[in-house]
């Protein structure tokens, strides 16, 4: 590393030193990381950049007492930097006090109203149930990342993907037809013309640089927020009340470590208004996954008032399953007609509720599509890279685990409307999938975590 050069002749070169210390904290060397800001702070011990970049480094390390300490000292020295505050909501969350986290976070959303902001505000809230003031957050978060041309700069404007690309040249035309607003024709032909011109051969999932003509030709209209409309609240109960949750619930605790699944769990309008909200809304920010689906994500908008009232009735009716666990994340998946799902993986969560959307005339083969699940928990002294990482090395450390455990593979056919509930430990991934063609065929399927992952640490 060129500063290591800087540093053998000139030891106490701070800037070299900060330069050196946030490039290892990026590399993930968080032991150098950590030596050399504390090396700052020996000499500079009131520079409060110095003890936020050590909050910023313990909260990636997930070293929340230490990154307290740090995010103190720094909101005490500039009472002014938000994203010091900012660092200390996180700190907060992470140690479970979350009237703190949202206090702090509200210092740094009136500091500075940053997408980054209310999205930490948001996760503050949602920890204290506060549900609707968190998805109001989130979406207020996601309109000012991604709200037009003249959102601040971010990495997903700049790449894309041929399964991105056509994605949203079937949404578009979608919308067209729906609203007949030309200004999704324009888009669906301007996206259309880039995609034409690429190599026949480039793999769906790979991740394409836009050049700068690139861009001007797309209009800097790529990947943003052009149509929004929220799944609101329905009166009563969202889920289906016409079942026997005494039964589901038994049936969950025998079929242990815990797995069970419901169909027709949505009512018909619960299911209606979230079929709608994932076809139109055009927040399928998250494209970076090697076999090309998509994903929208909490934090990037994909938190609809609809979404978190059945959380709060399964909570509700299924009080053995979900205990007191909070809900802490939920995303979905949309995928193409015949394209890889997700690999073999766990979550970091207690209770993991995975229901699908897409109509079963879609699905091509009816026994599968589904969702694999192994009966054995992932091993609790194993971090989060080793359990939930697509890497060839960790599944096959993962397979040699399951083969040596005797785990049994259940596997849970696709149904629309059906919902699996398991026990977040649980190595699952997602079947072979083999569906129709056309926009409204793609197999979207939507994730809720409620709980946080039990490890030897606790």
């Not at 940053?114 to 207020?140: C, E, I, P, Q, W």
């Not at 700069?153 to 729906?178: C, M, V």
């Not at 040596?404 to 991934?429: C, K, M, W």
């Given at each position: 590393m060129a500063l290591d050069i800087v540093l053998e002749s000139n030891p106490n070169h701070e800037s070299a030193l900060l330069y050196s210390a946030q490039c290892r904290h990026a590399l993930g060397n968080y032991p150098e990381s950590e030596k050399l800001f504390q090396s700052l702070l020996e000499k500079h011990s009131g520079v409060a950049f110095y003890h936020h970049g050590l909050a910023l480094l313990y909260n990636d390390w997930q070293?929340?007492?230490?990154?307290?300490?740090?995010?103190?000292?720094?909101?005490?020295?500039?009472?002014?930097?938000?994203?010091?505050?900012?660092?200390?909501?996180?700190?907060?969350?992470?140690?479970?006090?979350?009237?703190?986290?949202?206090?702090?976070?509200?210092?740094?959303?009136?500091?500075?109203?940053?997408?980054?902001?209310?999205?930490?505000?948001?996760?503050?809230?949602?920890?204290?149930?506060?549900?609707?003031?968190?998805?109001?957050?989130?979406?207020?978060?996601?309109?000012?990342?991604?709200?037009?041309?003249?959102?601040?700069?971010?990495?997903?404007?700049?790449?894309?993907?041929?399964?991105?690309?056509?994605?949203?040249?079937?949404?578009?035309?979608?919308?067209?037809?729906?609203?007949?607003?030309?200004v999704f024709l324009n888009l669906s032909n301007s996206h259309r013309e880039f995609l034409g011109r690429l190599p026949a051969d480039i793999p769906r999932g790979q991740i394409i640089t836009l050049t700068p003509a690139a861009m001007a030709e797309l209009g800097h209209a790529y990947n943003r927020l052009h149509h929004f409309s929220e799944a609101s609240r329905v009166d009563g109960s969202a889920i289906n009340l016409e079942r026997n949750f005494g039964q589901i619930e038994e049936d969950y605790h025998r079929r242990s470590p815990g797995i069970t699944w419901i169909d027709d769990f949505l009512r018909p309008d619960t299911l209606r208004a979230l079929r709608s909200y994932c076809l139109e809304n055009t927040f399928w920010f998250d494209f970076r996954h090697p076999n090309g689906y998509l994903g929208a994500l909490m934090e990037n908008g994909f938190a609809a008032p609809l979404l978190f009232q059945i959380a709060e009735d399964l909570r509700k009716h299924l009080p053995d399953i979900f205990l007191d666990y909070p809900l802490f994340q939920m995303w979905a998946f949309k995928y193409d007609s015949s394209m890889q799902g997700i690999q073999m993986h766990a979550d970091v969560a207690a209770v993991n509720l995975n229901f699908w959307i897409t109509p079963d005339d879609a699905?091509?083969?009816?026994?599968?599509?589904?969702?694999?699940?192994?009966?054995?928990?992932?091993?609790?002294?194993?971090?989060?890279?080793?359990?939930?990482?697509?890497?060839?090395?960790?599944?096959?450390?993962?397979?040699?685990?399951?083969?040596?455990?005797?785990?049994?593979?259940?596997?849970?056919?696709?149904?629309?409307?059906?919902?699996?509930?398991?026990?977040?430990?649980?190595?699952?991934?997602?079947?072979?999938?083999?569906?129709?063609?056309?926009?409204?065929?793609?197999?979207?399927?939507?994730?809720?975590?409620?709980?946080?992952?039990?490890?030897?640490?606790?």
């Open positions: 070293k929340p007492e230490l990154a307290l300490t740090q995010a103190r000292h720094a909101v005490s020295l500039l009472p002014g930097a938000a994203e010091a505050w900012t660092q200390l909501s996180l700190a907060y969350r992470s140690i479970g006090d979350g009237q703190n986290a949202l206090d702090a976070a509200e210092h740094a959303a009136k500091l500075s109203p940053t997408s980054d902001a209310l999205k930490h505000r948001a996760y503050a809230n949602l920890m204290l149930h506060r549900a609707d003031d968190a998805s109001r957050d989130f979406v207020g978060s996601m309109r000012l990342a991604f709200g037009g041309s003249s959102a601040p700069w971010r990495t997903e404007f700049i790449n894309t993907t041929p399964a991105k690309l056509s994605h949203d040249i079937e949404q578009y035309e979608y919308l067209h037809g729906l609203t007949g607003n030309p699905n091509l083969e009816p026994d599968s599509g589904g969702l694999v699940i192994w009966n054995k928990e992932a091993p609790q002294d194993w971090q989060f890279q080793d359990y939930n990482s697509g890497s060839s090395d960790r599944q096959s450390r993962i397979n040699e685990f399951l083969k040596a455990s005797g785990a049994e593979r259940i596997t849970v056919p696709y149904r629309q409307n059906r919902a699996v509930l398991f026990n977040s430990d649980l190595f699952h991934s997602t079947d072979e999938i083999s569906f129709r063609e056309g926009y409204e065929n793609r197999r979207i399927n939507i994730t809720l975590l409620f709980g946080q992952r039990q490890t030897n640490a606790g």
